[in-house]
C-alpha cells in the first residue's frame, strides 16, 4: 500500500541547518507536501512542492524532490528556537481519485537547543 | 468561526462507553476528513467526505467507527464500546474543494481521547 517514511527525531543547535528527509511510494501524487505541528496545535501547511519541480525555495525553507528516488527533503535554514515542532511529509493518496486524501508519515520531531 | 472547530478538546471514558467527536469545518468548505493520530505515530486517515456524495469509509479501523455529516457543515465521529487501543487525538480537517489548487488541508487542534 501506499506509505511515507521520515526519521522521528533530530535535534540542531540554534543557528544552524535542519535537513528532515522523507521517502514515499506513491510516484502519482501530483503534490507534496510539508506540514508543521507546533505544541497543543493542530497541523499546518508549511510548503509544498509540485511533482514536476526538482527544488523550491521559500525564504529559510528549501524543499528538495528527488522524483527517481521517491526522496524528499526539508531544509531548514538559521534553525530557530520557535522551529521546534514536529513536521510531517504527505503525499496525496491515488487512490479514490482526485480527493485531496493525504498520506502522512509518521513525523519528524526538531528539537532546537539555544 | 475563522478555522475548524473540533469538541471535546479532551475526553476521558471508561472501556466500552461509547463517545462522541464533533468537528465544525470551515465555512464553505466542501471537503472534510479524519483521522487519528497515536502517540508517537503518524496520522492515519479514516474518512473523507465530499459534499452530497457517498464517503470514503476505508479508513475506519473496524465497525465500531462511524461518522456522519449534516451538507457541508458539521460532522460527528462516532466511536462505539470505546476499547483502550481507540486512545489518540482526533484530528478533522476541511478543505475549499477536493483536488483545488494544492489540496490544502485544514487542520483543527484535535479531540484527545483518552481510554481507561
Known amino acids: 500500500g501506499e506509505d511515507v517514511e521520515q526519521s522521528l527525531f533530530l535535534s540542531v543547535r540554534e543557528g544552524d541547518s535542519s535537513v528532515i528527509n522523507c521517502t514515499y511510494t506513491?510516484?502519482?501524487?501530483?503534490?507534496l507536501y510539508w506540514y508543521k505541528q507546533e505544541p497543543g496545535a493542530g497541523l499546518q501547511l508549511l510548503t509544498y512542492?509540485?511533482?514536476?519541480?526538482d527544488m523550491k525555495q521559500d525564504q529559510r525553507l528549501t524543499v528538495l524532490l528527488n522524483k527517481k528516488d521517491k526522496h524528499l527533503s526539508l531544509r531548514i535554514a538559521d534553525t530557530q528556537t520557535g522551529d521546534s515542532a514536529i513536521y510531517f511529509c504527505?503525499?496525496?493518496?491515488?487512490?479514490?481519485?482526485?480527493?485531496?486524501?493525504?498520506?502522512f508519515g509518521q513525523g519528524t520531531t526538531l528539537q532546537v537547543k539555544p | 468561526g475563522a478555522g475548524v472547530s473540533q469538541s471535546p478538546s479532551n475526553k476521558v471514558t471508561e472501556k466500552g462507553k461509547d463517545v462522541e467527536l464533533r468537528c465544525d469545518p470551515i465555512?464553505?468548505?466542501?471537503?472534510l476528513y479524519w483521522y487519528r493520530q497515536r502517540l508517537g505515530q503518524g496520522l492515519e486517515f479514516l474518512i473523507y467526505?465530499?459534499?452530497?456524495?457517498?464517503?470514503?469509509k476505508s479508513g475506519l479501523p473496524s465497525d465500531r467507527f462511524s461518522a456522519e455529516r449534516t451538507g457541508e457543515s458539521v460532522s460527528t465521529l462516532t466511536i462505539q464500546r470505546t476499547q483502550q487501543e481507540d486512545s489518540a487525538v482526533y484530528l478533522c480537517?476541511?478543505?475549499?474543494?477536493?483536488?483545488?489548487?494544492?489540496?490544502?488541508?485544514?487542520f483543527g487542534e484535535g479531540s484527545r481521547l483518552t481510554v481507561l
Open positions: 506513491d510516484s502519482s501524487s501530483t503534490y
Open positions: 512542492i509540485f511533482s514536476n519541480m
Open positions: 480537517a476541511s478543505s475549499p474543494l477536493a483536488g483545488a489548487n494544492t489540496g490544502e488541508l485544514f
Open positions: 467526505f465530499q459534499g452530497n456524495s457517498a464517503p470514503d
Open positions: 504527505a503525499s496525496e493518496a491515488s487512490s479514490g481519485g482526485n480527493t485531496g486524501k493525504l498520506i
Open positions: 465555512s464553505g468548505h466542501t471537503a
